[in-house]
């Protein structure tokens, strides 16, 4: 047979095996997918339209915001049923699929996303763009057909808390550039996104009545460039932004270490009175708040009850970790008057794994970072009712370099190639850890070498998506295999997107 010929064979393979294929693409893995062999495919037209029940015209009109460019279709945002629709519908669903499950069915005479909530229509919806062609992420009018194959997915996920880390301390990020690391990690069905807000070299976020915080500890970063800061109406849209993609903000201002920025700021902050200049290397440990002066207390509750007015979400992060000029007593007395000051805004805590030497309230979460599967603090606090969340740093961390190739990233960790990022479980993963004791996942990304959006991108693509499955998706669709292959069907998604990812030489592009 000619060469030409093939080629056209495999141009004309039946079209419903390529939408079947999308399916079994989907990232994270859903609980549950069943293809209708029989059921054909819905094909998205000139005249299709989004049907939303009125608490789900916000995500009606995403998904219409994402599928317009490409279609060049009008796809209007509609209240009323109509047939051939794209219904995004609030309803019921069995209890299972709590707030953030879905359904999803598809038949030739539509798409229905059934949810109990709007986050989970959310997350329906994030899956239906899955299951159409990659070109339709273009930001251009692209060629069709729009077509979605047959078939139903029942979905929900595995854990709470699917997060995902950005240090805009090291190097800030303006609020554009977290907006559109916001849009990529919606994709998949990241729920949390962490600023870590405040360290050594900076200070990021607007505070009534401590303004040199901002306008000095805030005009730098590693590597001297000019840093930044948001204020508090960036800060909020920003909240507003990632609270219509079901991401909720959880703010981190570092303490009592990495607190240069702010000492820097205000020469009263140190223990003699004296300002050290600003920081723009790398190093960490070498900063600590001014345990036994009463100033360093008004000046956290002035933080925290501030943070806690910028933040409508249920978690205020306070760092905790690397304290190593602080004392464990000096640790302890510091957190011993803080923790109530969190307490007292209706709060929970959350903090790096070492802060247990402090004894936060059983509502407080703590971070697990360690290298290693065995920590005596993190199993101790889960038999007491903590919660905590998962980022062991030589799987989780984003910023660890793939391979000593990698031009970016660090890698005191270790190098982190997507099997090693994909393969642990995080509900076993920390002896002694049960579980019912793990809130989640969290993929940190710290930027000491990022400064840009292109360097977000080529650390936590692909990387983050292994993290986000590992968050929802049940332990018993966990499979390499089957995950470098979805992994691989990423790829035209990110060209479409203008995503900068990194081509890892273990995946089938
Ligand atoms: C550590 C350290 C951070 C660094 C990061 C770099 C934690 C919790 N404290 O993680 O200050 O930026 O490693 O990978």
Redesign the pocket.
């Known amino acids: 047979m000619a060469i030409g010929s093939l080629a056209v064979l495999g141009q004309s393979a039946p079209a419903s095996a390529i939408e079947e294929s999308r399916m079994n693409r989907v990232i994270p893995a859903p609980v549950s997918v069943t293809p209708d062999r029989h059921g054909g495919a819905f094909e998205l037209s000139r005249d299709t339209v989004i049907s939303v029940d009125r608490g789900a015209r916000g995500v009606g009109e995403l998904l219409a915001g994402v599928l317009r460019p490409s279609t060049g279709y009008r796809l209007p945002v509609v209240t009323d049923r109509r047939q051939g629709a794209i219904t995004l519908d609030l309803g019921y669903v069995p209890a299972r699929l709590g707030t953030e499950g879905y359904e999803l069915t598809v038949n030739r005479g539509g798409v229905l996303v059934k949810a109990r909530t709007s986050a989970g229509l959310f997350a329906g919806v994030q899956t239906l763009r899955q299951l159409l062609p990659a070109k339709v992420e273009s930001r251009t009018k692209q060629r069709g057909p729009w077509t979605v194959a047959a078939g139903k997915i029942v979905d929900f996920p595995r854990f709470a808390y699917r997060g995902a880390m950005l240090?805009v301390a090291?190097h800030f990020f303006t609020p554009d550039e977290v907006k559109r690391y916001l849009d990529q990690i919606a994709l998949y069905k990241i729920n949390y996104l962490h600023l870590h807000l405040a360290?050594d070299q900076g200070w990021r976020i607007e505070i009534d009545g401590w303004p040199r915080l901002t306008e000095h500890g805030g005009s730098t970063e590693v590597g001297g460039g000019p840093g930044g800061f948001y204020t508090k109406a960036q800060f909020r849209d920003l909240v507003k932004y990632a609270a219509a993609r079901n991401i909720t903000i959880v703010p981190e201002i570092d303490m009592p270490g990495?607190t240069n920025a702010a000492l820097a700021s205000y020469a009263e902050l140190n223990c003699d009175g004296v300002a050290p200049p600003l920081y723009t290397g790398i190093e960490?440990g070498f900063s600590s708040l001014c345990i036994d002066k009463e100033i360093t207390y008004r000046f956290v509750q002035d933080v925290i009850t501030e943070l806690a007015e910028l933040t409508p979400g249920p978690y205020l992060h306070l760092g905790g970790?690397?304290a190593h000029v602080t004392t464990d007593p000096d640790f302890i007395k510091f957190f011993d008057r803080v923790f109530p000051m969190i307490e007292a805004t209706g709060k929970k805590v959350a903090g790096?794994h070492e802060f247990l030497k402090a004894t936060p309230p059983v509502s407080g979460v703590a971070q697990f970072?360690g290298t290693t599967t065995t920590s005596e603090l993190v199993a101790d606090a889960a038999a007491a009712g903590n919660k905590i969340l998962m980022s062991p740093?030589n799987k989780a961390?984003l910023?660890?370099k793939y391979d000593e190739s990698t031009p970016l990233g660090?890698s005191?960790?270790g190098f982190t190639e997507v099997d090693d990022a994909y393969d642990w479980n995080p509900g076993a993963y920390v002896e002694n850890v049960p579980e019912s004791a793990v809130l989640g996942v969290e993929a940190?990304l710290?930027s000491?070498t990022l400064e840009n959006s292109d360097h977000i991108e080529f650390m936590a693509f692909p990387r983050l998506p292994a993290i986000a499955e590992l968050g929802w998706s049940p332990w018993s669709t966990h499979d390499w295999a089957s995950f470098r292959t979805r992994l691989a069907a990423q790829g035209p998604r990110w060209e479409a997107m203008g995503v900068d990812f990194y081509r890892s030489p273990q995946i089938p592009w």
């Open positions: 240090d090291r360290d990495h960490v970790d690397e790096w970072w740093a961390y910023d660890m660090l005191w960790a940190p710290w000491e």
